[in-house]
Nanobody, 116 residues
Framework: QVQLVESGGGLVQPGGSLRLSCAAS????????MGWYRQAPGKERELVAH???????NYAESVKGRFTISRDIAKNTVDLQMDSLKPEETAVYYC??????????WGQGTQVIVSS
């Protein structure tokens, strides 16, 4: 059974940094993409960033230059370094694993609060 365990959320002041980590277990297929999504209250879940096996990365326009995604393929882990955080980025952040055949798998989410 696939399990995604996230860590690293919390409370941070505007302009501060957080690092999210996710470890996937029970994987029996090739992971095409690992990434992070977020969902703010009253809003739809949106892609923050994802990374492919080749190292290809894709970021939401709003986080480019501030967030950095990295992945350890051997360990099935993905990290998201978030710098210069803004209050509007308060949300639940979800780890995601995607395979073209198996589909999407999600973590339970980790809360990020950006507030003074």
């Amino acid at each position: 059974q696939v399990q995604l365990v996230e860590s690293g959320g919390g409370l941070v002041q505007p302009g501060g940094s957080l690092r999210l980590s996710c470890a996937a277990s029970g994987i029996s297929f090739t992971i095409n993409f690992m990434g992070w999504y977020r969902q703010a209250p009253g809003k739809e879940r949106e892609l923050v960033a994802h990374i492919g096996g080749s190292g290809f990365t894709n970021y939401a326009e709003s986080v480019k230059g501030r967030f950095t995604i990295s992945r350890d393929i051997a360990k099935n882990t993905v990290d998201l370094q978030m710098d210069s955080l803004k209050p509007e980025e308060t949300a639940v952040y979800y780890c995601n694993v995607f395979n073209h055949v198996a589909g999407n798998y999600w973590g339970q989410g980790t809360q990020v609060i950006v507030s003074s």
